[in-house]
């Protein structure tokens, strides 16, 4: 789209670049991400709080997962900076932001397909000498069906299962910023919902959680915030429920006919 | 002629037609390019051309009768049956039976024998029907009495096949025997205990078939049943039985041409100033020890009992401890007595190794016992039933150990130690430059490879370096070192090692980024490239086609002076201790945090890299670690053979590397060891049996049914055979696999 779009009406966010406030976990700002000569970010500004849930809405091929990768270490900007927790770490590799405590669900359930659940799980907790007990029982509560699968391999659990498996070896990096890349591509919708409602028990824990998403109306359910990306820059934000609430967001990503306006 | 008719003799058609051409291919190939008619000839006119024809009825036979048989395949006694029919058929038709006979007419197999046997009148009329006719009629009347025990479960049937096939074994033992008495000479054959074997097994099957009573055969559970039944006897069992081989038969020295066995080596060196310890062992210390041990670790081990299990232990080191003094003053005394054939451990026969085996299996079995407590004996009885409760450290702790692993570990090491110095002087040859070289390679592959799961066809390149780095160091290489670097080849080893790491990380930096079959090229030309830097001799480095002359290496440090020439079985001693560290730390590696990360990357790697592993770091770690792997093999090879050239180190011998990996499993340690060990052993071994012209053919076929059979390899990696073989297979227990055999 290339008309810029002004904010949606009781905009409650200020509408100036970010500001650092004292509670930002997260600040993002005006990167921009090249794939060879194709610039794939071009300029991309945001900020997560310490605490909240976050979503970037965007259609295919918006640059959500650049920008997540980017922000996991996966990638790297070739402009602007990312800080968290008060320090730049733009360029900084996957493996160290690890340490810091941003764990990342990458797109496509990427599990490992001929290790057992358990040791998927305990994979997740690799940067640590020795797995964490109490974590990998959380886990295991939180996701009873990982319970029951414990030592069937990684590769034949269904496709919700394997996302459940994705997001619990997440969190046995005991993650403070969780980074989950469209958890309900290819789901049914009733597992969705069970797996949007396990993010928000993620989230009171006390992790803040980035989440991609294309199930708009999911994503912004739960999501305090939300960004909207598109052909890689950022044309909307607000809160969860006033972008719910927008119409051009019910046109694009809830499918609802319009009347003209 | 309806279709069904017209297809089965279409099939007969085409069997006997490949029936035709496998006479074509086997067989010596004589004539050139312009007379093909002579090879023809040969292969096609005559009565031979009978047996391959009968090949291919049989063939027919089988396929057409295929499936009123496969219901009957699941049954037990069926795979000791096969086992059993492979060992007889192979024994019989391409192993040695006597190796005098290939020196005087070239055929020393059954065949040959019985040429012999017939032209021999002095020979027991047993052994000459034996080799005439009898064995194979053996064979098929076992065969045929087993398939009858299988269908119709009938006791007698067992017993006959049981009966036939204990028979066959001790006529085996006794013809051969025969054969040797009368014609005397060194004999290293192996033919006649492949056939012993065969028909034990052969009776085995009767038994199993007759006594299971499952319904379908479950060949694993059957084995840890009878091993779990009281650990060690069978261990024990088999020392009794080799001990009584080793002790009255057996050569225990043999200079010119004498072998002499206990009893004769004791009258022979009563006299001639040899040690009374070494007379008291050849005369009755040594049958003493042996039978105390035997009925000391027999009765440990059946009534698990560990004080027993303690003396038999020590009584059994004690016998180890004797035989070596033993045998090492006896020849002594032969170095003494005729220096021109002596020198000490020269001309020892097999019996005193064999003895020190014996006593190795006596402290195995006990091992067993005192290792097993009686939770552990239950562990063994029961067949691992999946648990249901939490494994926490599954791969924290690296696989677990089984408490078979310990006396696995004496036998292997027993074996190790004693069975070398029994070799042929070729064979010993085999062992040190083929075999133990290649292991070392396979082991150090198999890092990158199976557990890393980057492809690297130019491996032969830092074994290459290896072998040049210690050429320079020692000072062979046409440009000397400076003098203060000039240094002996086992110290050069770890600079060498050095050397590969460097071009490890140099070769390994910039290239790792790039995936599967790119990285592949990109290493096949890094081994190009290094070869033929060796050859065009590059600033008068290398030495160019004609390589370089090492010398062989020595020790002299304090009091200890060792040196070694061109004798193998020294080397073999060294290559050990090298594989030994290899191997213990490779297999610590695999446990390791390393380990997981490096299955972690193979599997898949975007999950790894979210997961916290630095992929680029490790995977230039395991590149790294091969590489100098292969440095300790080149470094070791350079000083052992003393002269090489630089036309070894090719792309070929890189992918036969890459084919011992798979061969015998991609991914497991084991898995390499034993794949380089039996591909470097079987064309050697085939070069007594085959034609030299069939011989990679017979290799390939060896491999190809290998793949089809068992594509994840010979001892293969758990995950990679899920991998291979679907990930629901790994999952479900081998007697769920297996379908219930149907009414019948
Ligand atoms: N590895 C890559 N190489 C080149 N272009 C890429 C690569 N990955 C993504 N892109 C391009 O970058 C843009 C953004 O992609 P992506 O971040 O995957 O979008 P989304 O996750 O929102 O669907 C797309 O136009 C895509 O084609
Ligand atoms: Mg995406």
Redesign the interface.
């Known amino acids: 789209m290339t008309e810029s779009i002004d904010l949606s009406k009781g905009q409650e966010t200020p509408t100036s670049p970010a500001v650092s406030s004292s509670s930002t976990l997260l600040n993002v700002d005006d990167i921009e991400v090249r794939y060879g000569t194709i610039r794939a970010l071009k300029g991309v500004s945001f900020h997560v709080n310490e605490g909240e849930i976050v979503a970037l809405l965007g259609a295919n091929g918006a640059g959500k997962t650049t920008t997540q990768k980017t922000v996991s270490g996966m990638l790297r900007p070739s402009l602007g900076a990312i800080t968290y927790d008060g320090k730049r770490i733009d360029g900084i590799p996957a493996h160290e932001l690890i340490r810091l405590g941003i764990c990342h669900v990458p797109e496509g359930r990427h599990v490992f397909p001929r290790m057992t659940v358990h040791e998927n799980l305990e994979m997740g907790a690799f940067r640590f000498k020795k797995i964490d007990q109490t974590d990998l029982d959380n886990v295991l509560e939180m996701f009873p069906r990982l319970k029951e699968r414990y030592k069937q391999l990684g590769g034949t659990l269904s496709g919700g299962e394997q996302q459940m498996l994705a997001i619990g070896r997440a969190l046995m990096g005991k993650p403070r910023l969780l980074l989950l890349d469209e958890p309900s591509m290819g789901l049914a919708p009733l597992v969705v919902a069970q797996i949007f409602e396990i993010l928000r028990d993620i989230n009171n824990s006390g992790v803040t959680v980035l989440l991609v998403e294309q199930n708009a109306a999911q994503a912004l359910g739960l999501a305090d915030r939300g960004y909207v990306l598109e052909t890689g820059e950022i044309v909307l934000e607000g809160t969860g429920s006033d972008l719910l609430a927008d119409d051009r967001i019910r046109a694009a990503y809830l499918g609802e006919e319009i009347a003209a306006s | 002629m309806n279709t069904a008719t017209r297809a089965t003799l279409r099939r007969l058609a085409a069997c006997l037609l490949g029936g035709f051409v496998l006479a074509l291919m086997v067989g010596r190939q004589e004539g050139s390019l312009n007379d093909f008619g002579i090879s023809f000839h040969q292969a096609v006119v005559g009565p031979r051309i009978f047996v391959f024809l009968l090949i291919g009825l049989v063939i027919f036979v089988m396929v057409t009768f295929w499936p009123r048989v496969v219901p009957y395949l699941t049954r037990p006694g069926v795979a000791p049956l096969g086992a059993g029919l492979l060992a007889v058929l192979a024994a019989q038709t391409v192993m040695n039976w006597y190796d005098p006979l290939v020196s005087s007419t070239g055929n020393g197999k059954f065949s040959g024998v019985r040429t012999a046997a017939n032209a021999s009148p002095n020979l027991s009329s047993v052994s000459v029907a034996f080799f005439g006719w009898l064995a194979w009629t053996l064979v098929i009347a076992a065969l045929v009495a087993c398939a009858a025990a299988i269908v119709t479960r009938v006791r007698v049937f067992g017993y006959v096949t049981a009966a036939i096939g204990i028979v066959g074994a001790v006529l085996a033992y006794v013809a051969h025997s025969a054969v040797v008495d009368l014609d005397g000479g060194i004999d290293h054959s192996l033919g006649v205990y492949a056939d012993i074997v065969g028909f034990l097994l052969l009776a085995c099957a009767g038994i199993t078939a007759v006594h299971a009573r499952a319904e379908v055969a479950d060949t694993r559970g059957f084995l840890r049943k009878v091993m779990g039944y009281r650990p060690g006897l069978p261990i024990a069992a088999l020392g009794v039985i080799l001990g009584l081989l080793a002790f009255s038969t057996a050569g225990w020295f043999g200079a010119l041409q004498i072998n002499d066995t206990l009893a004769q080596a004791h009258s022979d060196f009563d006299g001639t100033g040899i040690s009374s310890l070494a007379l008291n062992y050849l005369g009755w210390l040594g049958w003493t020890l042996f039978g105390a041990a035997a009925v000391l670790s027999l009765a440990a081990t059946y009534l698990r009992n560990r004080m027993l299990a303690w003396v038999s232990l020590i009584l059994s080191v004690v016998g180890v401890v004797l035989t070596f003094l033993t045998l090492r003053s006896m020849t002594d005394i032969g170095a003494q007595v005729a220096p021109q054939f002596g020198g000490t451990w020269k001309n020892l026969g097999a019996g005193g190794f064999l003895a020190c085996i014996v006593f190795s299996l006596f402290a195995a079995a006990t091992a067993m016992v005192i290792s097993s407590t009686s939770a552990g004996v239950r562990r063994n009885v029961r067949a691992k039933a999946?648990t249901d409760e939490?494994?926490?450290?599954?791969?924290?702790k690296g696989f677990r150990r089984s408490s078979n692993a310990m006396p696995l570990l004496i036998i292997g090491g027993a074996l190790a130690l004693f069975y070398p110095p029994t070799l042929t002087l070729t064979w010993q040859n085999v062992l040190v430059g083929q075999i133990g070289v290649f292991v070392l390679l396979a082991v150090g592959l198999n890092v990158v490879v199976g557990w890393a799961g980057l492809l690297d066809l130019g491996y032969i390149a830092f074994y290459e370096i290896g072998s040049y780095t210690t050429a320079y160091l020692v000072g062979a290489l046409p440009v000397k070192p400076p003098s203060w670097l000039q240094m002996s080849p086992l110290v050069s080893i770890p600079f060498a090692i050095l050397a590969c790491l460097i071009a490890g990380v140099l070769l390994g930096a910039p290239t790792l980024r790039l995936r599967g079959d790119y990285l592949a090229i990109v290493t096949l030309g890094f081994g190009e490239i290094i070869q033929i830097l060796a050859v065009n001799n590059p600033g008068g480095f290398t030495g160019g086609p004609q390589g370089p002359t090492v010398p062989h290496p020595r020790i002299h440090l304090g009091g200890i002076n060792i040196t070694w020439g061109q004798d193998n079985l020294p080397y073999w001693y060294l290559l050990l201790i090298m594989l030994i560290v290899v191997i213990v730390l490779f297999y610590r590696l695999e446990g390791s945090?390393l380990g997981?990360?490096w299955?972690?990357i193979r599997?898949?790697e975007?999950?790894?890299?979210?997961?916290?592993?630095?992929?680029t770091r490790v995977k230039l770690l395991a590149f790294a670690i091969g590489a100098s792997t292969s440095a300790l093999a080149g470094s070791f090879f350079a000083t052992q053979v003393g002269y090489f050239d630089p036309s070894l180190f090719t792309l070929q011998a890189s992918i036969l590397i890459v084919a011992y990996v798979v061969f015998g499993g991609m991914g497991s340690l084991q898995g390499a060891i034993a794949g380089a060990a039996v591909l470097t052993w079987l064309p050697q071994f085939l070069k007594a049996q085959v034609p030299q012209d069939d011989r990679q053919m017979w290799i390939g076929a060896l491999v190809l049914a290998m793949m089809i059979f068992r594509p994840a390899g010979l001892l293969p990696a758990k995950?990679r055979k899920?991998?291979l073989e679907g990930?629901?297979a790994?999952?479900s227990s081998e007697t769920a696999a297996v379908p219930r055999a149907g009414a019948m």
Do not use: F, H, I, K
Request: charged share 20%; proline share 6%.
């Open positions: 999946p939490l494994p926490v450290t599954s791969m924290v945090r997981r990360a299955a972690a599997e898949d975007v999950a790894a890299q979210a997961s916290g592993v630095n992929t995950r899920a991998e990930l629901d790994a999952a």
